[in-house]
């Protein structure tokens, strides 16, 4: 019941689906009127979508829990049930099924919180929700249990003592702006959060994580980047899992970034049946690098409740890396990394290459399993 496009190929232009046909250009190109305009309940969304019976007993199971927005950009790029998009955005019975394993705080950042928005985990670096809002409720999120919950929206008075305790704590010289997604906030207001901590000596780099290039391109307007370029460097996390979400508006929002200054890194989650095939991942992250962001991450899904059938083995990362490795650009290769549980903090995989040591010699096999040997012994 979509008219979006097969996503064997990348789409050309984002067909809207047809219920949105009418709207102007102006309003549709409105990242408000999107966000006003989000589905984020059962009856409004099976008139758009033909939901499958587990779609259905997803979205009742989830409502209290983690419930689902979607914007009409997002909502239009879904396709039939298995659709990439579709799995990230609707929730799915399968997210009642609980392991033994799963955890609501998976990386411990409730137990580092320093105030109740500012996480401070590693010696340089700190954590700041800005928000607890989102354009969509992505299914795999390792925060729902504070982007679900509107309690959860951060206060004024807990902005001042973050910036507080980031001022008498100048082992922090980077901060992650984060949420929720920031960039749900206004310009002005992400203005005076970025000037708020730039105005502390110690802060030498600026973060901010957000998926709007993916879910809402509209959000990364002139305005935007001309409010937020006087706080350079900033460095921008985006998020984008599949070549499906690879739209022109999402590129020419990378674009836009890029030509202000914005240093644009994407954080991909492997997900079972989504994007944990090297063809995929190759294909996203030639994309990515074509439109000026650099792949960075490859992360491995956080065991957080409601994701399990989302979750992949460690091993499919490493079978991905290890097929891409020699045959495409390093620019598109990026690192795969599982955040301990716990508050272990990151660690990276690589595929095995040493195959074996002889004395100073090394043998390493290449792409094709050809061994190669580098004699370790330096002057
Ligand atoms: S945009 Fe980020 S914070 Fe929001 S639901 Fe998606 S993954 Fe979670």
């Excluded at 394993?101 to 700041?128: F, K, M, N, S």
């Excluded at 490795?325 to 095995?352: E, F, N, W, Y």
């Excluded at 094709?368 to 040997?373: I, K, L």
Aim: proline share 9%.
């Amino acid at each position: 019941m979509t008219s979006a496009a097969p996503h064997s190929e990348l789409p050309t232009r984002p067909a809207r689906h047809r219920a949105y046909a009418d709207v102007p250009d102006a309003q549709w190109s409105d990242w408000r009127w999107q966000m006003r305009s989000r589905v984020t309940r059962l009856q409004p969304l099976a008139a758009l979508i033909d939901l499958t019976e587990d779609e259905r007993r997803g979205i009742e199971g989830r409502r209290d829990a983690f419930g689902f927005a979607i914007t009409p950009y997002y909502l239009s790029l879904i396709g039939p049930p298995g659709c990439p998009v579709r799995r990230q955005a609707i929730p799915h019975v399968d997210e009642l099924r609980t392991t033994p394993w799963d955890l609501v705080d998976p990386l411990a950042e409730d137990e580092h919180a320093v105030t109740p928005i500012l996480t401070h985990r590693y010696p340089d670096r700190a954590l700041l929700y800005v928000t607890h809002n989102c354009p969509v409720y992505c299914r795999h999120c390792t925060r729902q249990r504070k982007v679900g919950d509107v309690d959860s929206a951060p206060a004024r008075d807990m902005f001042e003592a973050s910036y507080d305790y980031l001022a008498r704590t100048p082992a922090v010289r980077d901060v992650l702006i984060s949420g929720g997604d920031p960039l749900s906030l206004s310009d002005a207001r992400l203005a005076e959060i970025c000037g708020r901590l730039r105005a502390i000596p110690s802060i030498e780099v600026v973060r901010l994580c957000t998926r709007n290039p993916v879910t809402l391109p509209q959000r990364i307007t002139p305005a935007l980047v001309d409010a937020l370029r006087p706080f350079h460097p900033v460095f921008v996390h985006t998020h984008f899992n599949h070549p499906a979400e690879c739209t022109p508006e999402a590129g020419e929002a990378l674009v836009r970034l890029a030509d202000a200054g914005f240093n644009v890194g994407n954080q991909m989650v492997l997900l079972r049946g989504i994007n944990d095939d090297a063809a995929t991942v190759e294909t996203l992250n030639r994309w990515l690098v074509r439109h000026r962001c650099r792949p960075y991450y490859m992360l491995q899904c956080d065991p957080v409740g409601g994701t399990a059938h989302l979750r992949t083995p460690v091993a499919a990362g490493v079978d991905i890396l290890d097929a891409m490795r020699g045959r495409v650009s390093g620019l598109a290769i990026p690192q795969l990394v599982v955040d301990l549980p716990g508050g272990g903090g990151k660690v990276t995989l690589t595929p095995q290459r040493l195959v074996r040591r002889e004395g100073a010699k090394r043998v390493y096999r290449d792409v094709q399993g050809r061994e190669y040997t580098y004699v370790d012994e330096p002057l």
